[in-house]
T-cell receptor, first 114, second 112 residues
């Protein structure tokens, strides 16, 4: 029972490099999310996909793009990494994007941008 | 907009001590409230939730009651164990916005 799987677990980039974080869920959930976690700030929403075929900006979308490839997969792309994007990134999913649906999280990707 | 404020940590307790982590919220409408737990190197896991006023969520000895009059959802456990050492996040969802909003997290360390 894998749940939400993220790859890679760790990544180091130089300023200006690009990369894509991958996420897949096997719970047949409709909604998927990307968060970043920074010390003392909790988790902040970057982008979400309420359902297959849709994506929307969250609280901190600048510098990122996303793709909902199919119902299972939701990727996050950094086109030109900056040191301010050093963070831990979490993918999550929920059955629906409604008030009662809890989020299910992956184990995170720790990204360092030098 | 919606927001969550939880007590700053870190919190250090001895095994079998009583735990309270305070959480208050601001929201329009009637959100659902959640507590998540994060163990080292892992993602957040749902600990408990409550979807309407006066509901009590409970799991693994932890409890929290949705108090609309004080806009609070404090987490409690009667007797903590070393294995409860983790970071705890209060969160809300709904009202006028279905994004899950998180507090800053409270790190709990339980010593034997």
């Amino acid at each position: 029972n894998a749940g939400v799987t993220q790859t890679p677990k760790f990544q180091v980039l130089k300023t200006g490099q690009s990369m894509t974080l991958q996420c897949a869920q096997d719970m047949n959930h409709n909604s998927m999310y990307w968060y970043r976690q920074d010390p003392g700030m909790g988790l902040r929403l970057i982008y979400y996909s309420a359902s297959e075929g849709t994506t929307d900006k969250g609280e901190v979308p600048n510098g990122y793009n996303v793709s909902r490839l199919n119902k299972r997969e939701f990727s996050l792309r950094l086109e030109s990494a900056a040191p301010s994007q050093t963070s831990v990134y979490f993918c999550a999913s929920s059955e629906f994007r409604d008030s009662n649906s809890p989020l299910h999280f992956g184990n995170g990707t720790r990204l360092t941008v030098t | 907009g919606n927001s969550v404020t939880q007590m700053e940590g870190p919190v250090t307790l001895s095994e079998e001590a009583f735990l309270t982590i305070n959480c208050t919220y601001t929201a329009t409408g009637y959100p659902s409230l959640f507590w998540y737990v994060q163990y080292p190197g892992e993602g957040l896991q749902l600990l408990l939730k409550a979807t309407k006023a006066d509901d009590k969520g409970s799991n693994k000895g932890f409890e929290a009651t949705y108090r609309k009059e004080t806009t609070s959802f404090h987490l409690e456990k009667g007797s903590v164990q070393v294995s409860d050492s983790a970071v705890y996040f209060c969160a809300l969802r709904g009202g006028n916005n279905n994004d899950m909003r998180f507090g800053a997290g409270t790190r709990l360390t339980v010593k034997p």
